[in-house]
């Protein structure tokens, strides 16, 4: 019965190791795969409004008193589980890392291009699809043997050491995770008002004459979700630099990290498969791009606030 397996099975694409900095293409195919399927299920049951799996519960919960996305919460939560593995001596793979990216930005990806069904019966039958989809992705990628996420490490990692079935170790460690969630969700309070959800209008001025020239508009529901999403109270946006120079030179300092950085992951993995290369290069784009959105946010977010 599979509630007393111990061990993740093996297929022929499956890594012979965790640590293989040389895998399969076949096996870097269904690595990604399976990330991307379990990324799209996990932001489809979000959106769904009918609960969520419990470490995104813990996402929200976090992401509604820090003013995260719940993908860039997913990425910080993933890190900091990553570090549990150095006391439960896990050894991470590329699918760790690759865990960590593609399943945070599919989370993101996904509530922002999903709506949320109008229908009970839509909602539920959301939610039934995304939990099949979770179920089919873990499966490609824990197969895949490249290292599991930093969820499953820390759970076949406690199995480990305790010997008890993996269904019980991923039960205590989600009945935890989904309680922490809860509380925070609780104590932050679940539905808040945003800038832009009030009417929010645009007034269209002649720059000579200085006379409105059309009338009142409101936003559209996609410039209200824009501007929602940019706004922060003025106590917690950014001090913007005001000189010239120190700009510049953060601008630069940021294109010298982009691309060293670029150039490093590259000599990293010099000696591995050229798929992995690429795909490794396109991963740590990947985060660079995340970061470059969360700085510009947090720009935009300071620019709304200065004088008209």
């Not at 104590?187 to 000579?208: A, P, Q």
């Not at 060293?260 to 784009?285: C, E, P, Y």
Request: charged share 15%; net charge positive; proline share 5%.
């Amino acid at each position: 019965m599979f509630l007393t397996i111990k061990k993740i099975p093996k297929n022929y694409w499956s890594s012979k190791k965790p640590l293989n900095l040389k895998p399969k293409s076949l096996t870097i195919f269904y690595l990604t795969l399976g990330l991307t399927i379990f990324g799209l299920g996990e932001g489809l049951l979000i959106v769904s409004y009918s609960g969520a799996s419990p470490w995104s519960v813990l996402a929200q919960g976090i992401s509604l008193n820090i003013d995260l996305s719940i993908g860039v919460v997913t990425f910080i939560v993933s890190v900091c589980t990553l570090s549990l593995w150095f006391f439960l001596r896990q050894k991470p793979g590329i699918g760790t890392v690759f865990n960590i990216i593609i399943i945070a930005a599919m989370i993101d990806l996904t509530i922002f291009y999903f709506v949320t069904p109008e229908t009970y019966f839509g909602k539920l039958l959301m939610a039934v699809f995304a939990v099949l989809l979770v179920g089919l992705g873990s499966g490609f990628y824990l197969i895949a043997n490249l290292g599991p996420g930093p969820r499953d490490g820390l759970m076949t990692g406690i199995q480990r050491i305790t010997n008890f079935p993996i269904a019980s170790v991923r039960a205590g460690i989600e009945i935890t995770v989904v309680s922490i969630g809860w509380y925070l969700c609780k104590k932050r309070g679940v539905y808040g008002r945003r800038l832009g959800e009030e009417g929010t209008k645009w007034v269209v001025y002649d720059g000579s004459s200085g006379q409105v020239i059309s009338t009142e508009r409101e936003l559209s529901s996609m410039g209200k979700t824009v501007r929602g999403w940019l706004y922060k109270p003025p106590n917690k946006v950014w001090n913007l630099p005001q000189s010239p120079l120190i700009g510049i030179s953060l601008g630069m300092a940021g294109h010298a990290l982009w691309n060293g950085s670029s150039w490093f992951v590259g000599w990293l993995f010099r000696d591995t498969d050229i798929v992995v290369q690429i795909f490794a290069s396109l991963v740590w784009t990947g985060i660079m791009i995340i970061g470059l959105w969360i700085i510009g946010r947090e720009i935009l977010a300071a620019v709304m606030h200065l004088p008209s």
